[in-house]
């Protein structure tokens, strides 16, 4: 059995079969950092007011 062709075929069909799912894992990876992002942005906007203190009071 010719070695080099055998290991093109598994070689091709590995790609073939794990490339779709390389760009599944990295999507659902952004949108787990997004959410992330989104909430650590919001409780920024709520801690921010009683950081500053008087100011957040209306002067």
Do not use: D, H, Y
Request: aromatic share 6%; net charge positive; glycine share 14%.
């Amino acid at each position: 059995m010719n070695f080099t062709k055998l290991f093109a075929i598994v070689l091709l069909a590995a790609l073939v079969l794990l490339g779709q799912t390389e760009a599944g894992g990295l999507k659902k990876l952004g949108k787990k950092l997004e959410g992330v992002g989104k909430r650590v942005f919001k409780a920024s906007e709520k801690a921010l007011p009683v950081a500053v203190g008087i100011k957040a009071l209306g002067k």
